[in-house]
């Protein structure tokens, strides 16, 4: 588990990293200085929070034998799988409508009221 964790840190943080590839990070931000200037005050994690978390994957996987403990894997959703409301405000100022339109339909479509960007 120590060595998925280093992966999906990597996958992430490294110089190939969804945070390295400046361009495509900056796609979803209606201007793109505002990504450059968000991967540059980005704070890497720190080295206990990587311990941490390896700590937690190696005990589920300890416990149960696997790794997710209750769920396929394969369906499992991804690690950038929002589980809360947007904040309209800040998706209005800083993204591009069409990186959040489904998202801002969530109300509409679950809810039975909202609108989407404009």
């Given at each position: 588990?120590?060595?998925?964790?280093?992966?999906?840190?990597?996958?992430?943080?490294?110089?190939?990293?969804?945070?390295?590839?400046?361009?495509?990070?900056?796609?979803?931000?209606?201007?793109?200085?505002?990504?450059?200037?968000?991967?540059?005050?980005?704070?890497?994690?720190?080295?206990?929070?990587?311990?941490?978390?390896?700590?937690?994957?190696?005990?589920?996987?300890?416990?149960?034998?696997?790794?997710?403990?209750?769920?396929?894997?394969?369906?499992?959703?991804?690690?950038?799988?929002?589980?809360?409301?947007?904040?309209?405000?800040?998706?209005?100022?800083?993204a591009q409508p069409w990186h959040w339109a489904r998202q801002s339909a969530h109300d509409g479509l679950w809810h039975g009221n909202g609108a989407g960007p404009s």
């Amino acid at each position: 588990m120590d060595d998925a964790v280093d992966k999906v840190m990597e996958m992430k943080t490294g110089n190939n990293g969804a945070y390295g590839e400046k361009d495509i990070f900056a796609k979803p931000y209606k201007d793109p200085a505002q990504a450059s200037e968000y991967t540059r005050l980005m704070e890497p994690h720190s080295p206990k929070a990587v311990a941490y978390a390896k700590e937690i994957c190696n005990y589920i996987y300890d416990t149960y034998g696997r790794f997710p403990a209750h769920t396929n894997a394969f369906y499992n959703p991804g690690i950038w799988i929002q589980f809360s409301h947007l904040e309209s405000e800040y998706y209005e100022k800083f993204a591009q409508p069409w990186h959040w339109a489904r998202q801002s339909a969530h109300d509409g479509l679950w809810h039975g009221n909202g609108a989407g960007p404009s």
